[in-house]
């Protein structure tokens, strides 16, 4: 199948860059304040805007020559720019360029040097190790205006210096209209820590970008299908620890988990409201599977559907008022909407004959559904990840020949996808920007890694 | 679809029952020798089976705690393997039970009638070839459905207990076509 660009109704630019609102917000901030005074904005005023601006992130340079001072720079230098380039927002001057212009300043940068590579935005970092506190210290000049556009200075522990380029990326980013993805995590279950059948399924969390993995449950059972709090603190999932698979809501800075559907059959595929309030899920409680919604803790379940076929898969619109599931109730699993009360029940998809795993585009701007479909029927049976523009019902094919791909989910500004492919023998999370145009295997360690959600 | 078989026992007792006159037509079971007789077939509105030791019944002795029975098996493994009642296949994407599912199924009642302590755990599978939510749904499916023969055949449902396990534990974790025949399957965990 072709891909198709979707077309918001807010943006007629198929791949709007940075901030068409936000630049008409600038221009009544200048205008209101050219009457009263004479100074600059404030940095926390300007704002980047436009798809053609050309980033230089020169190396880190760290404010002591000791070693550990060069290798938080080393680290620092590499994940910021990976970071930057990773949100697909802006466009950079190489760096094989930068060894051509004179040493910089970082005190004072010469704007001329930076402006004859191409450069519309400079990030100048510096970083110096003391004991066990890292400092890094990052200024964001235009180049054409010679303004400093955010200045700030991170103080922390040395643990982790990625975290440190994760906050200074966002930080960036959220001078445009967008909110930045270096500090998100991605749960997923994997049975890397198996040692022996029956294998286990455990749930871990990792940045966004596949590092800093952690290990969430410890009960060599089937921990599965793992979905976050908007909060970040809770990861709703689906555990066989207690023999009948049943929803659990893991505190995972508590280190504790508690059972939300004692007693009330199998219950599977758990989805947090965008307000954190309720848990919608899975149940064959009254017979087959039905969706049900929930109090977060569990009181209140209450059923939404009611059809002899297959109901599951419940996942919230933005607003919470709808929401997406799977069914087969007319021969087929489809994918079908209906509001968050169970009535006006419609189907979305039409192409193809198993349609699964419905992800609503938590972002606004990008009225859209991802999900796992099987796009070309006969032959031997794969699956691939696809996009259903909400207003035209186009779809659009964001994997293609990756071998199998299932389970989508968005990055909480919408403009990612995060899922998982079988890559020979295993599976992998994958990661893919909207259009499916940069796809990734991320590095997430050993094993089968599967049922990827991205957190807050 | 074909009609649902029913065991000469069910039909014994539904007619010792009163209820005579159906129109369904008896089965050959596979394993004449066996048939118990029918008195020894529970109906399927049994009272649940009594957690205190059985003290009377034409084959029933009070059993000790943990001691050896006259109707001594031996439960699956730890793995949750090699238990006394096969397995029974599915077609791809299918939940309905076939004729030779139905036959296993019809011993695997007899012995559960043979075997009154026992519990049983079914547990229904996929094959990877389909989406993990959907999979978790259609194993829950087949698992439901042996439950529900099962019961038709006289076994008391507080008896049997199901799990979807959808794909994700295949018996034979390759990707060609053998493997994905053995992993649609519903298993059958026995405990006492």
Redesign the interface.
């Known amino acids: 199948m072709a891909r198709t660009e979707s077309r918001s109704r807010l943006f007629s630019n198929p791949r709007p860059r940075v901030a068409l609102v936000l630049a008409a917000a600038l221009a009544a901030v200048w205008s209101a304040r050219a009457g009263s005074a004479q100074a600059p904005p404030s940095n926390s005023q300007i704002i980047i805007t436009g798809g053609g601006q050309r980033f230089a992130v020169p190396d880190c340079i760290p404010r002591a020559g000791d070693e550990a001072s060069r290798e938080a720079c080393r680290t620092i230098t590499q994940v910021l720019r990976n970071d930057l380039k990773f949100e697909g927002l802006f466009q950079f001057v190489p760096e094989s360029l930068f060894s051509a212009l004179p040493p910089l300043n970082p005190e004072n940068p010469n704007f001329e040097d930076w402006r004859s590579v191409g450069a519309n935005i400079l990030v100048i970092t510096r970083a110096q190790v003391t004991g066990g506190e890292l400092v890094l210290e990052v200024r964001v000049f235009s180049v054409d205006s010679k303004q400093v556009m955010l200045m700030r200075r991170y103080p922390g522990r040395t643990d982790n210096p990625r975290s440190f380029a994760h906050i200074a990326s966002d930080d960036i980013v959220a001078l445009t209209q967008y909110r930045g993805v270096a500090r998100t995590k991605i749960a997923f279950t994997s049975d890397r820590d198996a040692t022996k059948?029956?294998?286990g399924?455990e749930l871990y969390i990792v940045d966004y970008d596949g590092f800093n993995a952690k290990r969430i449950t410890v009960n060599n059972s089937?921990n599965?299908?793992p979905a976050w709090s908007p909060d970040g603190r809770s990861l709703a999932y689906?555990s066989?620890r207690q023999?009948?698979?049943a929803i659990f809501v893991a505190r995972i800075f508590e280190g504790r988990s508690d059972n939300i559907t004692k007693g009330d059959g199998?219950a599977?595929?758990p989805s947090f409201s965008p307000d954190g309030k309720q848990i919608a899920y899975?149940s064959?409680k009254t017979?087959?599977?039905e969706i049900w919604v929930a109090n977060a803790d569990g009181s209140g379940a209450r059923r939404i559907t009611s059809n002899p076929g297959?109901?599951?898969?419940p996942a919230w619109s933005p607003t919470g008022q709808e929401i997406a599931f799977?069914s087969?109730r007319a021969g087929t699993?489809q994918i079908y909407v209906m509001d968050s009360e169970g009535l006006n029940v419609r189907r979305l998809t039409t192409v193809g004959n198993?349609n699964?795993?419905p992800a609503w585009n938590p972002s606004k701007e990008y009225p859209e559904i991802a999900y796992?479909a099987r796009l070309e029927v006969g032959g031997p049976?794969s699956?691939d990840i696809a996009v259903i523009d909400l207003a035209t019902r186009q779809v659009r094919q964001v994997t293609s020949g990756r071998g199998s791909c299932?389970?989508p989910s968005w990055a909480p500004n919408g403009r990612h996808l995060v899922f998982s492919c079988r890559r020979g023998?295993t599976w992998q999370i994958t990661v893919s920007d909207r259009e499916g145009r940069a796809i990734d295997t991320l590095s997430a360690g050993a094993g089968n890694n599967?049922?990827p959600d991205w957190g807050p | 679809m074909k009609r649902q078989t029913v065991p000469v026992v069910l039909v014994a007792l539904v007619l010792l029952a009163g209820c005579g006159g159906t129109k369904r037509k008896p089965a050959v079971l596979t394993d004449p020798a066996a048939r118990p007789s029918a008195g020894a077939y529970p109906p399927a509105t049994a009272t649940p089976e009594p957690e205190q030791p059985v003290t009377e019944g034409p084959d029933t002795t009070a059993i000790p705690a943990g001691g050896p029975t006259g109707e001594d098996f031996t439960p699956n493994d730890a793995s949750g393997e090699n238990g006394p009642l096969e397995d029974i296949r599915f077609e791809y994407d299918k939940a309905e039970l076939s004729d030779e599912a139905r036959a296993t199924l019809e011993k695997h009642g007899l012995w559960l009638q043979n075997h009154r302590t026992a519990k049983l755990t079914i547990e229904g599978h996929c094959d990877e070839r389909g989406t993990v939510d959907y999979n978790l749904a259609l194993g829950d499916k087949r698992a439901r459905a042996v439950k529900d023969y099962l019961a038709s055949l006289g076994v008391a449902g507080d008896r049997m207990h199901t799990v979807s396990l959808g794909k994700e534990r295949p018996l034979d974790p390759a990707s060609n076509d053998q493997a994905f025949a053995k992993n649609r399957r519903a298993h059958f965990v026995v405990s006492r």
Do not use: C, H
């Open positions: 059948p029956p294998r399924k089937l599965i299908l689906t066989y023999g009948s698979p199998q599977f595929a899975a064959n017979g087959n599977m297959i109901d599951t898969a799977n087969d699993p198993w699964d795993a796992t049976v699956f299932e389970y023998n599967v049922y």
